[in-house]
C-alpha cells in the first residue's frame, strides 16, 4: 500500500516514521530518514523469522523472487479460513506455477486496523508446503496467518501456536511468503484465477528475516 508518516502497522509493532532532515532551502537538497519494521506492510517472510538460524532474505539469488504465479480469487469466500479443501479445487493449476496469490478483498485502511481478514488455515499451509513446484505463497491480507493476538480491542481469532504452524510449513520448506500485497483486484477482476508472472523484490538488506518488497504482477494474455 501506499506509504506515508504513521501509515497503521501491526497493533504491536510501531508505525511508520518518515522524517525529512536535509531540505533544499537549507542543505540545497532533500532527504529523508525513514523507520519501519521489517514485518509490516508488503514484506517478505524469510525462513529466519521463525526458525532460528534459518535463511536470511539476502541468501537468496534474485531468480527466486519472480516465479509463474497464479491468482486464486476467494474474496466470496464466507468464512475466514481458507481451508485444504478450498485449495484442492486448484490443484491441477497449481501443479503449472511456482507462486500461489490468495485474493482475499481484505480492505486495508491506513488509519486503522483491521483482525478479521481471511487467512491460510494449517491445513492449507500444510497441503501447499507439499507442492514441491510452488517457491512463493502470498496474500493480501496483514498475515498468512489469522490474527492471533490479544489486545483490548480484538481477542485472537487464531491461536499463536496455529500462527507459528501455518508459517512453519512453508518457511520449512524454503517457500518464501509474501503478506500484505495491494491493489490484487485490479489483476484477477471477477475471474476465478488466473495465471501470470509474479515479481515480489525485497530491500537486499544482509541477516534480515524478511523485509519490505515492491511486488508486480503481470497477467498473461
Known amino acids: 500500500m501506499p506509504l506515508s ?64 504465479a497464479i491468482i486464486l480469487n476467494f474474496s466470496n469466500k464466507e468464512d475466514l479460513e481458507i481451508t485444504d479443501k478450498d485449495l484442492q479445487q486448484f490443484s491441477d493449476q497449481i501443479k503449472n506455477v511456482n507462486a500461489v496469490i490468495l485474493f482475499t478483498d ?27 513446484n510452488i517457491k512463493m505463497v502470498a496474500i493480501d491480507a496483514p498475515s ?35 503478506e500484505g500485497l495491494y491493489d490484487v483486484k485490479k489483476a484477477i477482476g471477477n475471474n476465478k484465477y488466473v495465471y501470470g508472472v509474479l515479481i515480489a523484490l525485497p530491500l537486499q538488506i544482509v541477516g534480515l528475516d524478511g523485509g519490505p518488497c515492491r511486488v508486480i504482477f503481470t497477467k498473461f494474455t
Open 5 to 68: 508518516h504513521n501509515v497503521v502497522s501491526w497493533p504491536t509493532h510501531p508505525p511508520i516514521q518518515i522524517n525529512k532532515f536535509k531540505t533544499v532551502e537549507r542543505d540545497l537538497y532533500d532527504a529523508h530518514e525513514i523507520y519501519m519494521t521489517s514485518q509490516d506492510y508488503t514484506h517478505f517472510d524469510a525462513p529466519s523469522h521463525m526458525i532460528k538460524g534459518g535463511k536470511t532474505i539476502d541468501a537468496y539469488e534474485i531468480y527466486r523472487f519472480v516465479a509463474p
Open 144 to 178: 498468512i496467518a489469522g490474527w492471533s493476538g490479544d489486545v483490548p480491542a480484538a481477542p485472537h481469532i487464531i491461536t499463536v501456536k496455529d500462527a507459528i504452524d501455518i508459517h512453519l510449513y512453508l518457511l520449512e520448506k524454503d517457500i518464501l511468503i509474501v
Open 106 to 132: 481484505f480492505n486495508k485502511d491506513p488509519k486503522e486496523f483491521k483482525y478479521n481478514w481471511k487467512y491460510l488455515g494449517v491445513s492449507s499451509a500444510k497441503y501447499l508446503s507439499q507442492f514441491s
